[in-house]
C-alpha cells in the first residue's frame, strides 16, 4: 500500500498554495513603488514582506500573549519592511497594499484539478486566514464548492502549531493518517507530518524542504501533477 492511500481527506494550504501570492500582488506593489520609492525592487519587497510576515506569525504563536490573526500579521510585516527600504509607513501607503490581498487569485490550474479529486476525496481549506476573510476568498475569489473551511484561529496559534492540524482530523472525524496536507510551504508539510497526516508538497518555487524526518510522501510542481498522482 502506498502512503497516500488511506487518504480520506485532503486539506489544503490557501496561501501560495492555491492562491497566487506574488502574481496578486505585485501589481500592486509595483504601482505605489514607481509612485513613491522608484530606486526600490517590486520583487525584493514581496520577497520582504512575504519573509518577515512569516516571522510575525511565528512569534505571534511562540509569545502566546494573544492570537492576533493572519492580517494582522501582514500589517505588521509591512510596516517593518516599509521602515526596511527607508519608507514611511504611512496609513495610505498601508492601507493600499493591504487592499490588494482581498482581490488574491488562484493559480490557473487549481480549481480544474479540484473539479477531478472531488470526485475520490473530502476537500478541506486549511489556512491561518481569518474565518470571515477565508469565507471571502473561498466564495468571492476561488469559486470552489469545499466540503469545510477550517482556519487556525481556532486554535489560537497559525500552522505548523500541532494543534491545528489535530484538531482539523477531529473536526473532520478522521484519524489524523486520513488527512493529508497539501502545501507549496514546507514547513507546512512537516509540520503535519509530524502529527501524524499524510502530506503533499506543491513545489511551486522549487525549493528545498527542511531537514527533517517528517517529510512529504509526495512531491508535484502544481495541482495537476497532484491530481495525476492521486487519482
Not at 60 to 82: K, N, P, S
Not at 115 to 121: A, K
Not at 166 to 179: P, Y
Request: proline share 6%; glycine share 6%; charged share 20%.
Amino acid at each position: 500500500m502506498a502512503p497516500t492511500d488511506t487518504a480520506q481527506a485532503l486539506t489544503f494550504d490557501l496561501f501560495g498554495t492555491i492562491l497566487d501570492l506574488g502574481g496578486s500582488l505585485k501589481p500592486a506593489i509595483t504601482e505605489l513603488l514607481n509612485r513613491e520609492a522608484p530606486a526600490t525592487s517590486p520583487e525584493t519587497f514581496w520577497d520582504q514582506w512575504r519573509t518577515r510576515q512569516r516571522l510575525e506569525q511565528y512569534q505571534d504563536t511562540i509569545m502566546m500573549v494573544g492570537h492576533a490573526g493572519y492580517l494582522e500579521t501582514v500589517r505588521r510585516a509591512l510596516h517593518y519592511v516599509f521602515r526596511l527600504n527607508e519608507i514611511s509607513p504611512t496609513e495610505n501607503r498601508v492601507q493600499e497594499l493591504m487592499a490588494a490581498w482581498q482581490g488574491l487569485t488562484p493559480f490557473p490550474e487549481v480549481v480544474p484539478a479540484l473539479e477531478r479529486l472531488h470526485n475520490q476525496y473530502r476537500l478541506v481549506v486549511l489556512s491561518n486566514g481569518d474565518p470571515h476573510y477565508l469565507d471571502h476568498l473561498v466564495q468571492n475569489r476561488v469559486h470552489f464548492p469545499f466540503d469545510d473551511v477550517i482556519s487556525a484561529t481556532g486554535n489560537g496559534a497559525f500552522k505548523p502549531h500541532p494543534g491545528v492540524y489535530r484538531r482539523a482530523a477531529h473536526l473532520l472525524t478522521l484519524e489524523v493518517q486520513e488527512c493529508m496536507m497539501v502545501s507549496a510551504n514546507a514547513f507546512d508539510c512537516v509540520g503535519a507530518r509530524a502529527c501524524g497526516f499524510q502530506a503533499a508538497y506543491v513545489n511551486r518555487y522549487q525549493l528545498p524542504v527542511e531537514d527533517s524526518p517528517f517529510l512529504p510522501a509526495l512531491t508535484v510542481t502544481n495541482f495537476t501533477e497532484l491530481a495525476e498522482a492521486l487519482l
